[in-house]
């Protein structure tokens, strides 16, 4: 009966440790929590960022301020609680409602970028000061259209979406017209209901190549619900395949090759409304760099080639993920050297963010990027089985990726004209010595 008591109590006593234990991390995370909306709060009172809406505006609502993570990046979400006989919306339908909430995006300063983020659905069961709610997670059920305006009253942003999904932009225009994002004093009236059915929006950063559910102009990329952008890297390298078939591809891979050989050319390829593949106009660069063009319509691909025939480089692996930072369809680059096409191709989009928050380039101004040392070293290790010609160290850096689970995928044409990607892993003999095996696509 004394060794069952002595048993219950130090159950108890353990159990209340824990409890104690988890009470703490929750108060910890609450106190992270509120210092950061107190922040940001703090500053908003002290800059008075000059947001259209913030006129109209009755109540801020802090106390229901929501704190998010977009990757690393900190963002807090306010509702905001209008005057009285203060209508908005963004579509001629009066039977949808607008709900509005700040959003504040902290930089590496300590500074915000401010936005105005408009709810537009018809659910009348929409609370605005839903904490589970916000523009990172809209959940399956969400409705109706997402708007943003930054504090120069230019529409960065404005998407139709259903149950969730994104389904198209709204208002969206692919011709550039700087009065067109000064449009309709942000649709408010005082009084009776009014709309303004005539604004069109283009974002100040992007072509008319918006991936799905993207939001430019936020400081960085920003989605709702964010796509996991996750490929099959065989599937992907057949797409590829057939693509490098077309006119378009075999056109702006000849010019590049029968170009000025000691400099780099880069071009870019897109796709028309009708799915047709078209071609940018050539960018020339110099011995070791070529500019890139990001913001032509429909872009998913760009070519360029090595001068001096050496293999893929580090910078070549961060400019694909910039490229796809900035596009979600732009996620292949193709490398022309040594007489072989390569490819890089990001097939897991959040992975390949993960790996440039751990491994971020080693930049020195007027260079090119570089591998940090935990990548180098790895890759200069495998010289003695990878041997140093252009395909051996396509090799090495095609297993380190793997690896440090990258999400990148390296590709290398065939005699026979297709794509194929390499995979090369590692196994340990019984002897203890270790063979690196190229893995095919089934």
């Not at 797409?239 to 050989?261: E, R």
Request: net charge neutral.
């Amino acid at each position: 009966m004394i060794k069952k008591s002595r048993k219950l109590i130090s159950y108890f006593v353990m159990s209340l440790a824990i409890f104690f234990v988890c009470c703490q991390k929750d108060e910890i995370v609450d106190t992270s929590k509120h210092q950061a909306i107190q922040e940001s709060k703090e500053w908003f009172e002290n800059y008075e960022p000059s947001l259209e809406i913030l006129k109209f505006t009755e109540v801020i609502d802090w106390n229901n301020a929501i704190v998010l993570d977009n990757k690393g990046e900190q963002a807090i979400e306010v509702p905001l609680k209008l005057r009285d006989n203060i209508f908005t919306n963004v579509v001629e339908d009066i039977q949808y409602n607008s709900y509005m909430r700040l959003l504040l995006i902290k930089d590496k300063n300590g500074l915000y970028q401010v936005f105005n983020i408009v709810y537009t659905t018809r659910d009348k069961s929409f609370k605005n000061d839903n904490k589970s709610f916000h523009i990172l997670n809209i959940g399956d059920s969400y409705s109706g259209f997402i708007t943003v305006q930054n504090t120069s009253k230019k529409i960065v942003y404005s998407g139709k979406y259903q149950n969730g999904e994104f389904l198209t932009l709204h208002n969206f225009t692919q011709k550039q017209d700087l009065d067109s994002k000064m449009v309709c004093r942000y649709y408010v009236t005082v009084g009776p209901y009014s709309t303004c059915s005539s604004w069109v929006w283009y974002p100040d950063d992007m072509s008319g190549n918006l991936p799905p559910g993207y939001m430019p102009g936020l400081g960085g990329p920003l989605f709702p619900n964010l796509p996991s952008f996750k490929i099959d890297p065989c599937e992907t390298a057949l797409k590829i395949s057939a693509y490098s078939k077309s006119v378009a591809f075999l056109s702006a891979k000849n010019s590049i090759l029968q170009a000025n050989p000691s400099i780099e050319h880069s071009i870019t390829l897109g796709k028309d409304t009708k799915g047709n593949i078209t071609q940018a106009p050539m960018n020339n660069g110099g011995s070791s760099i070529v500019k890139t063009t990001t913001n032509f319509p429909g872009a998913f691909v760009a070519l360029h080639n090595h001068p001096s025939n050496g293999p893929l480089s580090a910078g070549d692996v961060y400019a694909a993920i910039e490229l796809i930072t900035g596009n979600l369809n732009f996620n292949t680059s193709i490398i022309l050297t040594n007489g072989i096409a390569y490819a890089i191709v990001v097939t897991d989009f959040a992975a390949a963010q993960s790996f440039l928050k751990s491994y971020p380039a080693d930049q020195i101004q007027g260079y090119s990027p570089e591998f940090p040392d935990a990548i180098f070293n790895q890759l200069q290790m495998l010289v003695t089985d990878f041997g140093s010609s252009v395909d051996g160290r396509t090799e090495a850096m095609a297993y380190v990726l793997d690896k440090e689970n990258s999400g990148i995928t390296l590709m290398k044409q065939d005699i026979s004209g297709e794509f194929k990607p390499i995979n090369i892993k590692r196994t340990t003999k019984s002897d203890g010595s270790q063979i690196y095996n190229s893995i095919p696509c089934n």
